[in-house]
């Protein structure tokens, strides 16, 4: 070990074990507290104790009976898959074009998408505001769709190129040497091994749209388009006088679920996703 | 099994770059033909033209008497061998081999005869069910020649298909690919860069430079009789030593000092109207420790004597490397061979000669050595175009 | 060798204008993305910079005037601005710093781990993944006074995210929090290019454990070290969603974007909410200026030797 410099690997192995704990108890604190409080009830939210001494559902069953978060989880997971599927196939073909042809004005479109990569988005929100306002797409799904494809698309085009510049291209020449059509060679060639790639992008995409909270405020006003972080905000209790902490952690613990899922399934090719662009620097 | 003939192939990219000028070669049913070259000399091109994977601007290319330029690769029914083997990676060794004929639309119990007889063959039964990733470099060499060999194709193109290999294994597959070439007697077109694999593969050896086919022939032919300075300098290991001459009277003045030319060179030498000044060849094998002649031998040629640089001792003989006074020979073909070899060793005064001599030569480093050279083993060069002049035909 | 011009569509038969159909092909694939890119930031861009020369506001829409920089005069004058900009400065500073002093540690962690490497950088990947406001709702009830565990951590009658200190502490805890795995990821990437033998060959040449870091390590990582500080810094300036959700800007925690927010959604005042978007962006464009002129930083997937 380079860094750590060297020790009996017994206490090697107990250092690392400590090490790896403090970086699980970083990560999952502030998770698992939402998660407790969620639990809590309504008697027992305030009792400033991390796990709930009492337990109960009663939260998630409240949230599930309006049709306020039910409405802001639809918006959420249509808004994010629509903008996801279309970032990803204009990315794909971009990203394709970007890796494996050659045509002037690569430079220009790589150094845009990292412009915008890099855009403050707030700088957006006035502008896209009155324009949306004129062209009616304010506080509709394709109001939040749109800012959110252009913001993915950068990310989808980064991850995508890198991805593809690593498929080994001379399998479509063998391919078409073992007689198979140029539509064959894309399909039971080339389309398996890019796959994977698309896919990590995919989730790439999705927890961004999934994240967004600054469009998603500014350019919606009722429940019609609003995502589950912007609706948060805005939780009330069913009550005027009640505390909407039990509600907001419960809403908070079910948008965090398919991320957590995603983590725990597909950890390598997040990382493999995340790091590819980067490495190139 | 088939003919395949390229009439006057020509490949010129879209930017006006002439990648392959003018080709012609016939290469006869059941043939194992070699292109070789320097990187850039147009040999995959060439290949890749024959495979259908780039376009052919001018010229034609005929398969058993058919033009196939206008046919899609798989319409060629040939096979192809990639220097990165080019495996699938989401398949199993079986589906890989079994790709292009369930492509063909082969049935099923044939495509399992068929691929495990080639599996038989290439001694790869059980790796079968195993991925290309998990297989070792030989193991995956021999998962794209089976891919190749499944489907009896008319033909086997090979594009440097060892070259990714160690050198033992390299060697190892090398005989290997001959005698399953013989085997199967399928006509095979092989790309490489490496002489000894053209020497000791082909039927026949086709040299290419800068897209120009330079010379074709067996390889003893080309090796006894290069058509040019760029086929002598490429062909033999160690190569050809080039040295300047001039030509007077009959004599040969040279850094190994000066010498008559041999009733054999003469003439030749006359027809091939030799101009004066010269570049003269000569292989390492034909020098000889002067000191192991008798004198008669001695007499028939030239000695010289100096003092031995590096000594390289192979058991069966001796490799003795010299630098002799001089100028250099200088051309434009030794120059690519040069670069080519990556051998920036040119001595600042004198060139470099390679010797070969007998084990029991006394040649010690750094002492002076007399060496006898054979001048009717000399080859003599245009140094303008590089042509030979003692080209007997 | 040169390489075969393999489009799919001109791999077969495209003649001898298999350059053209490429660059036609090209076209047709990078139209439709650099379209949309366009259209939702490149004319928005400037029709800001054009509402940041007017007075407009939605509450008096009659008012509506060309009045060339007045907007810029109004904003640059303004203290709440500055404070804004200060306070956004120095949260983007301080959790940079931090975020890239805690990466590191992470990304070697995750990178020589002997233990359980799958679990540690699946566990990383929580914060990133997580939704922004969810972890700062997480923060905000930790601290609240009546709800948090942590509320009287320092103080028994506490309520840090009403005093301005403990409160920006909080919002860039909140920000490391969630992006040190994100800078680790980033800086892992880079750890995998030191080849294990130029560490080794530095042990060998008498360099101590720190030096072989200071000396070995961070030289050869600086490219992905500043790609990393790059994207952060960026990031950091927009900081938006910890603070709406932790203070809503109270006791002067307002970072630029959440100036822009407020006047373009409590004020409607869309002149200078404009005139903010655009100086904003300028801020932004002069960071990204300064990473790549005075530090060198390489724009990431720029290297056009990406052809095989």
């Known amino acids: ?281 | 099994m088939a003919e395949i003939v390229l009439d006057k192939v020509t490949k010129r990219y879209p930017d006006g770059a002439l990648a392959v000028s003018e080709v012609d070669i016939r290469i006869a049913d059941g043939e194992f033909v070699i292109l070789v070259g320097p990187s850039g000399c147009g040999k995959s091109t060439t290949l890749n033209m024959i495979a259908g994977l780039e376009d052919i601007t001018e010229g034609e290319l005929r398969i058993d008497g058919e033009r196939v330029n206008e046919r899609a690769p798989k319409d060629r029914d040939i096979a192809m061998v990639f220097q990165s083997y080019a495996l699938y990676p989401h398949m199993s060794v079986r589906e890989n081999m079994a790709f292009p004929l369930r492509l063909a639309k082969v049935d099923k119990e044939t495509v399992r005869q068929k691929v495990e007889e080639a599996a038989r063959i290439l001694d790869l039964t059980q790796h079968l069910d195993r991925k290309p990733g998990n297989l070792s470099g030989g193991q995956r060499q021999r998962v794209a020649m089976g891919r190749a060999i499944v489907r009896d194709p008319k033909a086997f193109l090979m594009d440097e298909p060892l070259s990714n290999l160690d050198a033992k294994l390299r060697v190892q597959m090398r005989t290997s690919v001959a005698k399953l070439q013989k085997r199967l007697g399928t006509t095979t077109v092989y790309v490489t860069h490496d002489q000894t694999e053209a020497m000791t593969l082909g039927d026949r050896v086709v040299v290419m430079r800068g897209g120009l086919v330079q010379q074709i022939g067996s390889p003893q032919s080309l090796y006894e009789q290069p058509a040019n300075l760029f086929v002598a300098g490429f062909i033999g290991s160690p190569s050809m030593n080039f040295l300047p001459a001039t030509l007077a009277d009959g004599h040969l003045h040279t850094p190994l000092g000066d010498f008559p030319l041999t009733d054999r060179v003469r003439r030749l030498a006359e027809t091939a109207n030799a101009p004066r000044e010269l570049i003269m060849g000569l292989r390492p094998e034909h020098f000889e420790d002067a000191g192991l002649l008798d004198d008669a031998e001695k007499a028939r040629g030239g000695t010289f004597t100096a003092s031995v640089d590096v000594l390289e001792s192979m058991g069966s003989d001796k490799y003795a490397y010299f630098t002799v006074e001089g100028e250099t020979a200088t051309s434009a073909e030794l120059e690519e061979l040069a670069a080519e070899s990556g051998s920036t060793e040119m001595t600042d005064n004198g060139s470099q000669v390679v010797t070969r001599l007998s084990a029991a030569s006394g040649a010690r480093i750094g002492s002076d050595l007399t060496v006898w050279f054979d001048p009717d083993k000399i080859h003599l060069f245009d140094p303008q175009d590089g042509r030979t002049l003692t080209y007997s035909s | ?308």
């Open chain 1, 1 to 281: 070990m380079a860094v750590i410099g060297t020790k009996a690997p017994g206490g090697l192995k107990a250092r690392w074990t400590l090490i790896d704990i403090i970086v699980v108890v970083y990560a999952l604190v502030p998770v698992l507290w939402i998660l407790s409080l969620s639990f809590k009830t309504k008697d027992t939210l305030a009792d400033r104790n991390f796990f709930p001494r009492e337990w109960t559902w009663q939260n998630y069953i409240d949230i599930f009976n309006t049709s306020e978060f039910l409405r802001a989880l639809l918006n959420s997971i249509g808004i994010a898959v629509i903008a996801t599927v279309i970032a990803v196939v204009l990315g794909t073909m971009a990203a394709y074009a970007i890796a494996r042809l050659d045509f002037p004005g690569k430079r220009l479109l790589v150094g845009v998408s990292l412009l915008i990569a890099m855009f403050p988005q707030v700088s957006l929100v006035t502008p896209l505001f009155e324009m949306e306002r004129s062209l009616g797409l304010f506080d509709t799904w394709p109001g939040l769709i749109l800012p959110y494809i252009t913001f993915a698309l950068p990310l989808a085009i980064y991850t995508l190129s890198a991805f593809f510049r690593e498929i080994p291209w001379e399998l479509e020449k063998a391919a078409k040497m073992d007689g198979a059509t140029p539509a064959q060679a894309f399909r039971r060639v080339i389309a398996p091994l890019a796959a994977p790639g698309v896919f990590t992008t995919a989730i790439l995409v999705f927890i961004f749209c999934w994240n967004d909270f600054l469009f998603a405020i500014s350019l919606t006003s009722t429940t019609a388009s609003r995502t589950v972080p912007a609706a948060l905000s805005f939780f009330q209790g069913s009550s005027r006088f009640e505390d909407p902490t039990g509600t907001v952690s419960a809403a908070a613990v079910v948008i965090t679920i398919p991320i957590i899922l995603f983590v725990l399934f597909f950890q390598r090719r997040i990382v493999a996703g995340l790091t590819s662009g980067a490495v190139k620097g």
């Open chain 3, 1 to 308: 060798m040169s390489e075969a011009v393999d489009t799919p569509r001109a791999a077969v038969k495209g003649a001898s204008d298999g350059k053209k159909a490429e660059r036609r092909l090209a076209f047709w694939l990078c139209a439709p993305a650099a379209l949309v890119m366009l259209a939702v930031t490149g004319y928005p861009i400037i029709y800001s910079i054009w509402l940041s020369l007017q007075r407009y506001d939605l509450r008096f829409p009659s008012q509506h005037e060309f009045v060339g920089l007045d907007n810029y005069i109004t904003v640059l004058t303004n203290s709440y601005w500055w404070t804004a900009f200060g306070v956004t400065a120095f949260i983007t500073i301080v959790s940079v710093v931090i975020e890239l002093v805690l990466g590191m540690a992470l990304a070697l962690i995750m990178h020589r781990t002997l233990v359980a490497r799958g679990l540690i950088r699946t566990v990383a990947l929580i914060p990133y993944g997580i939704v922004t406001v969810v972890a700062a709702f997480s923060w905000r009830y930790a601290w609240d006074a009546n709800t948090g565990y942590l509320s009287q951590l320092f103080d028994p009658d506490g309520a840090p995210l009403t005093q301005r200190a403990s409160a920006l502490t909080i919002i860039i805890a909140a920000e490391v929090w969630k992006t040190v795995p994100f800078m680790a990821l980033l800086l892992m990437a880079g750890l995998a290019l030191v080849p294990e033998d130029l560490l080794k060959a530095a042990s060998m040449d008498g360099a101590t454990a720190w030096q072989r870091f200071t000396k070995v390590m961070l030289p050869v990582m600086k490219p992905a070290i500043l790609v990393a500080l790059l994207f952060r810094t960026l990031d950091a300036f927009r900081v938006f969603d910890n603070i709406f959700v932790l203070t809503s800007g109270a006791q002067e925690t307002g970072s630029v974007s959440m100036q822009t927010y407020n006047n373009l959604i409590k004020g409607l005042n869309l002149g200078i909410g404009s005139t903010m978007s655009v100086l904003i962006f300028l801020a932004v464009a002069l960071i990204a200026f300064i990473f790549v002129k005075v530090f060198g930083a390489a724009a990431p997937g720029n290297s056009d030797n990406g052809r095989r």
